[in-house]
């Protein structure tokens, strides 16, 4: 069975850091491409960071860019979202997701494997 796991995710205050991780089982995800998404209470799923399979080619919301970095283990296949300077509209649960056929990367419905996401809160 294809596995995507979230981590990383928890409390922390306007201003500070956070990085979260998303570990690939059950298929190899080196040649899939990955992003996260997020959503909040009452609101849609939004796209937040893409990256390509070849590590090249990275994409941002633009609601983030500047403070968020997206990268990948090409080795491992694992992908990681650098979030610096979060504020507390940042708040959301954060789901990775992959897929192998992707060609908006910011179109949720593009993907095929998706974690079970992970909550991040920003206090103000």
């Known amino acids: 069975q294809v596995q995507l796991v979230e981590s990383g995710g928890g409390l922390v205050q306007a201003g500070g850091s956070l990085r979260l991780s998303c570990a690939a089982s059950?298929?190899?995800?080196?040649?899939?491409?990955l992003g996260w998404f997020r959503q909040a209470p009452g609101k849609e799923r939004d796209f937040v960071a893409g990256?390509?399979?070849?590590?090249?080619?990275?994409y941002f919301a633009d609601s983030v860019k500047g403070r968020f970095t997206i990268s990948r283990d090409n080795a491992k296949s694992p992908v990681y979202l650098q979030m610096n300077s979060l504020k507390p509209e940042d708040t959301a649960v954060y789901y990775c997701?992959?897929?192998?056929?992707?060609?908006?990367?910011?179109?949720?419905?593009?993907?095929?494997?998706w974690g079970q996401g992970t909550q991040v809160t920003v206090s103000s």
């Open positions: 997701a992959g897929g192998l056929r992707v060609m908006t990367t910011t179109r949720a419905s593009d993907y095929d494997y």
């Open positions: 059950g298929r190899s995800f080196r040649r899939y491409d």
């Open positions: 990256i390509r399979w070849g590590g090249g080619s990275t």
